[in-house]
Nanobody, 123 residues
Framework: QVQVVESGGGLVQAGDSLRLACTVSERSWRTYTMGWFRQAPEKERDFVAAISWRGGSTSYADSVKGRFTISRDGAKNTEYLQMNSLKPEDTAVYYC????????????????WGQGTQVTVSS
């Protein structure tokens, strides 16, 4: 059973930074594409960013390009989402997801999901 666990959410002010972390309890984690999605109240779960299993390819939603950075540390089995210049519209529950396959922005392509971590940005 693959377990995905997020951490690092919280309440910040507009313009602040926050770093989310995601760990996967799977020895073959290094072969998984990792992604971040977010869901605001009464909205769909939307793609935020993804990184290929080798870390050489990344993809971002237009709304976060230039502000968010996704990365992974193979030695720690951990993926990160560095979020800078946060805006109130970034407020959502952020979910980490994993898939065995190429990089994708479609949530239907991800088989393993964490429980989510709340990020709240006040104006």
């Amino acid at each position: 059973q693959v377990q995905v666990v997020e951490s690092g959410g919280g309440l910040v002010q507009a313009g602040d930074s926050l770093r989310l972390a995601c760990t996967v309890s799977e020895r073959s984690w290094r072969t998984y594409t990792m992604g971040w999605f977010r869901q605001a109240p009464e909205k769909e779960r939307d793609f935020v960013a993804a990184i290929s299993w080798r870390g050489g390819s990344t993809s971002y939603a237009d709304s976060v390009k230039g502000r968010f950075t996704i990365s992974r540390d193979g030695a720690k089995n951990t993926e990160y989402l560095q979020m800078n210049s946060l805006k109130p519209e970034d407020t959502a529950v952020y979910y980490c997801a994993a898939r065995y396959g190429p990089i994708s922005s479609s949530r239907d392509d991800y088989a393993y999901w964490g429980q989510g971590t709340q990020v709240t940005v006040s104006s």
